[in-house]
Structure formats: structure tokens, C-alpha cells
């Protein structure tokens, strides 16, 4: 089994910031990509940040210049810093990890989601 839990999210103002963590555990023993995505209500989840094993890195337009992914491989962790949040940036966004799992092979795991609001 693979667990990913993501911590970060929150009420924050326009122009303001957060810093999103997801970390993994269990049997995943080989990670490749590690991205975040989001979904607003009524809208369909799309990309915002993905990073390589090789920390190359692909991010959505939108996002560009604000946000930075990055990763800690010692703690198979994916962080996203979020700056210059926009009331359009208001979703749930979900971690996600692409590996190798003892006994499944390689898959794709998804965290549990958590909420994002920037509002005045």
C-alpha cells in the first residue's frame, strides 16, 4: 500500500502565500514524477506543477512565475510554494506520485486533496 498525505492548505488573502507538502510512504520503493493538480468547483482537475525524478520540471500557464515545485527525495516529498495567490487559484488540489510499488509495479497514487481558499 502506498499513502500519500498532503498538509498546507488554508484561508490566505490575495497576494498571499502558501506552501503545500505531500509525503509518501509504504511500499513505494522507486518515485519518478511528483506533481500537484487542482479542481474548483464545477470545473474539471487540471494540472498545476509536475517535477522528474531528474527535477525537471512543467508547470501551467496560469501558475508560471508564482508558484515553485519542488522535492526532497531523502523524505519522498513533493513540495508546491505558492506565491502571488489569486482568488482563481481557490480549489482543492491533490498530490500526485508516479513509481515503482513492491508487488503491483509501476502506478499512479493520488493524495486525499486539500483546500485551498485566497479570498479578501
Known amino acids: 500500500q502506498v499513502q500519500l498525505v498532503e498538509s498546507g492548505g488554508g484561508l490566505v488573502q490575495p497576494g498571499g502565500s502558501l506552501r503545500l507538502s505531500c509525503a509518501a510512504s509504504g511500499s513505494i520503493f522507486s518515485i519518478y514524477t511528483m506533481g500537484w493538480y487542482r479542481q474548483a468547483p464545477g470545473k474539471q482537475r487540471e494540472l498545476v506543477a509536475t517535477i522528474s525524478s531528474g527535477t525537471n520540471t512543467n508547470y501551467a500557464g496560469s501558475v508560471k512565475g508564482r508558484f515553485t515545485i519542488s522535492r526532497d527525495n531523502a523524505k519522498n516529498t513533493v513540495y508546491l510554494q505558492m506565491n502571488s495567490l489569486k482568488p482563481e487559484d481557490t480549489a482543492v488540489y491533490y498530490c500526485?506520485?508516479?513509481?515503482?510499488?513492491?508487488?503491483?509495479?509501476?502506478?499512479?497514487?493520488w493524495g486525499q486533496g486539500t483546500q485551498v481558499t485566497v479570498s479578501s
Open positions: 500526485y506520485v508516479n513509481g515503482d510499488v513492491l508487488g503491483i509495479g509501476n502506478s499512479n497514487y
